[in-house]
């Protein structure tokens, strides 16, 4: 079965650049989840996404944004990096009438130094 | 606001034996869903058991159960028969009702347990 397909799985950035993380949902699931969790900790929910519009905020910084295309893959976009920004990212999908939970993405693993 | 509280930061259990985490939570909703994930050390996080708020029966998934009790909102994970594939950190999370037609709602985590099956 399909999966949530998360891109790169690694990432290394400087303090100060700007990096892209990609999501691919699983198909025909009609909402996108982005988490941030740093190490030791639990997830946090940054934003979500239900037909291409967002559809509710947590606590993501004013210098990450996201959005969903018209394919339903997701794009978090984080600038102006800090040390603290290193953490795994992972996006989640699901379908809104079958709350099965969410299926997860193996995440991508953002290193700031 | 929901809340999710595991009160035990590290649990061991041998082989083969049976162990229950703990999981508490706050909320003012009547309807609702809740569950367990489980995070082994390669950080992937796989869907373990879930329970519909509206269910009386308890959720059960092989070697996996809750027992899950409204009134006290509490929500705890039965693992028996321990193997070593079952090392990892496990999450307890709340998620609000879905209505249909509109988008779902951000997973609640607690803390999480670190759970450490020996041999």
């Known amino acids: 079965a399909a999966g949530v397909i998360q891109s790169p799985r690694h990432l290394i950035k400087e303090k100060r650049e700007t990096a892209t993380l990609k999501c691919y949902p699983i198909p025909r699931h009609d909402t996108v989840y982005w988490y941030q969790q740093g190490p030791g900790q639990d997830p946090q929910f940054l934003i979500s996404f239900y037909e291409k519009m967002q559809s509710d905020k947590g606590s993501i910084p004013d210098r990450f944004s996201a959005q969903q295309f018209s394919d339903y893959h997701s794009e978090l976009n984080m600038s102006s990096l800090e040390l603290g920004d290193s953490a795994l990212y992972f996006c989640?999908?699901?379908?809104?009438?079958?709350?099965?939970?969410?299926?997860f993405g193996s995440g991508t693993r953002l290193t700031v130094v | 606001a929901q809340t999710v509280t595991q009160s035990q930061p590290e649990m061991s259990v041998q082989e083969a034996e049976t162990v229950t985490l703990s999981c508490t939570y706050d909320t003012s909703e009547s309807n609702y869903y809740l569950f367990w994930y489980k995070q082994p050390p390669s950080r992937q996080m796989i869907l373990v058991i879930r329970q519909e708020a509206y269910k009386q029966q308890n959720a059960t998934e092989n070697r996996f159960s809750v027992n899950f009790q409204k009134a006290a909102k509490s929500f705890s994970l039965k693992i028996s028969d321990s193997q070593l594939g079952d090392t990892a950190m496990y999450f307890c999370a709340f998620m609000k009702h879905i209505i249909s037609g509109q988008a779902g709602t951000a997973l609640i985590f607690g803390k999480g347990t670190t759970l450490s099956v020996s041999s």
């Open positions: 989640a999908s699901s379908l809104e009438s079958r709350v099965y939970g969410y299926t």
